[in-house]
C-alpha cells in the first residue's frame, strides 16, 4: 500500500462510521461485501475501469461515483429474488484507489515506465489490480494473481480491452486449460486488459 493510500484508510477509520458511508467509490478501489445469509457469495470485488463490480446472481453493478451505502442498496435489490427474505448485506471498503492527483509526473525514465496495469476478477486467488512488465502473456498474469480456484472455468476466461481509437471495448474468449496444457499460441496483454475467470457450472 503506498504512503498516500495508508493515510487516506487512516484518515477514513479515524473519522468514523460517517465519513465512512459518505465516501464515493471510484474505480481501482476493492469493496468486501459480505451476505449474511449465504457465506458462498461472500468475496472481495474490485471496482473496474468502467465504474461497475461483478456479482454472482446479479452481474454487473455501477459502482464508482456511488457510496457504499447506494452499492449495498443495489446489491440487496438484486440478490432480492433469489431469497425467500430481503438479505442482509455488509459493504466496505478493502481498499482505495492512488488518487491521480497523488502522482507527479517525473521526467526521468524509470523501471516503472515498462510496466502496464492490469485488472483481475473473479475466481482467481488474488484478484485486483496487478502491474507487469510489457510484453506479459495471460499466463504470467495469472500466476501472478495466485492462479486460478477450484471452481474457476479455464475453459471461457474473458479478457475485456479498450479500444484506445474509439473507446469500444471488445472481449477476447480464451481456452486457459489448453494454454495451460501447452495448445494455442500465448496470450499477450495490453494496458488496462481485465481479465475474468468465470465460476464454473453444476456439469461443467
Known amino acids: 500500500m503506498t504512503l498516500y493510500r495508508w493515510f487516506l484508510c487512516i484518515a477514513l477509520m479515524l ?9 464515493v467509490l471510484q474505480s481501482g478501489d476493492t469493496l468486501r461485501i459480505e451476505v449474511i445469509e449465504d457465506s458462498s457469495l461472500n468475496r472481495n470485488a474490485l471496482v473496474l475501469p468502467d465504474g461497475t463490480i461483478a456479482f454472482p446472481m446479479i452481474g ?11 452499492v449495498r442498496e443495489a446489491l440487496t435489490s ?10 442482509s448485506l455488509h459493504v466496505a471498503v478493502a481498499s482505495i484507489a492512488r488518487r491521480k492527483e497523488a502522482v507527479r509526473a517525473i521526467s526521468a525514465p524509470k ?22 512488465q510489457q510484453g506479459s502473456s495471460l499466463l504470467q498474469f495469472l500466476a501472478q494473481a ?8 479455464t475453459k471461457r476466461v ?15 474468449r480464451v481456452n486457459v486449460k489448453k494454454l495451460m496444457q501447452g495448445g494455442g499460441a500465448s496470450f499477450l496483454l495490453a494496458p488496462g486488459d481485465v481479465v475474468i475467470v468465470p465460476e464454473r457450472k453444476l456439469f461443467e
Do not use: C, H, W
Open 158 to 172: 474473458q479478457v475485456r480491452r479498450v479500444a484506445s481509437a474509439d473507446g469500444i471495448t471488445k472481449t477476447y
Open 78 to 87: 438484486g440478490l432480492a429474488p433469489n431469497f425467500a427474505q430481503r438479505p
Open 146 to 153: 495466485g492462479g486460478t480456484t477450484p471452481y474457476a472455468a
Open 60 to 70: 454487473q453493478v455501477a459502482a464508482a461515483g456511488l457510496t457504499l451505502s447506494q
Open 111 to 132: 523501471a516503472s515506465d515498462n510496466l502496464i496495469t492490469v485488472f483481475g476478477m473473479g475466481e482467481l486467488g488474488r484478484p485486483g489490480k496487478l502491474q507487469l
Open 15 to 23: 473519522a468514523g462510521p460517517v465519513a465512512a458511508k459518505s465516501y
